[in-house]
């Protein structure tokens, strides 16, 4: 479900059609917003919200994390109401953006999705890797202790 909301919103940011596809998920913010007026309603919501709503119970730090997140958002609703493309790097940005205020309103922060640029070995061609926090703790680990298990064998 979360894959398909980022998805509708790519595509409204892309503007291309779809973007109603999010309105049915089951995110706290879904982020189905088509355009910078409509956005900044909702997240007008949701800054009532944390002030004296459902949300209130968040911690200051939260609030402000999810705040920076949500100018970020209006930044690529601008910048696509401007008729500027969306290209990558906007791409990445508007799921980790997405992603946080989700995991941070859910209380849920191990499936907050995180997105990088990463090069190729041995090309200059860059892919787009996602994986939750969880998933990027558990591999940090593993590399970690594969590591550790080869500087042992030299030894």
């Known amino acids: 479900m979360f894959y398909r909301s980022i998805l509708a ?5 892309a503007g291309t059609a779809g973007a109603h596809a999010a309105s ?8 189905n917003a088509e355009s910078t007026v409509q ?18 119970q968040l911690s200051k730090g939260d609030k402000k994390a999810i705040d920076k997140r949500l100018g970020e958002l209006d930044a690529l609703y601008v910048k696509r109401s401007t008729g500027a493309k969306i290209n990558d790097s906007d791409a990445v940005a508007l799921v ?8 941070l309103l859910s209380g849920d922060s191990g499936q907050k999705l995180i997105c990088e640029r990463v090069k190729t070995v041995g090309s200059n061609r860059s892919t787009k890797v996602c994986m939750t926090a969880a998933d990027r703790e558990t591999r940090h680990l593993e590399d970690e202790t594969e590591m550790r298990r080869q500087q042992s064998k030299r030894h």
Do not use: V
């Not at 956005?39 to 949300?55: P, V």
């Open 96 to 103: 980790n953006a997405s992603s946080e205020i989700n995991s």
């Open 9 to 13: 919103i790519a595509l409204a940011l």
């Open 24 to 31: 049915d998920s089951k995110e706290p913010f879904p982020l």
């Open 39 to 56: 956005f900044r309603e909702q997240a007008a919501t949701l800054r009532s919200d944390m002030d004296k709503g459902k949300y209130a």
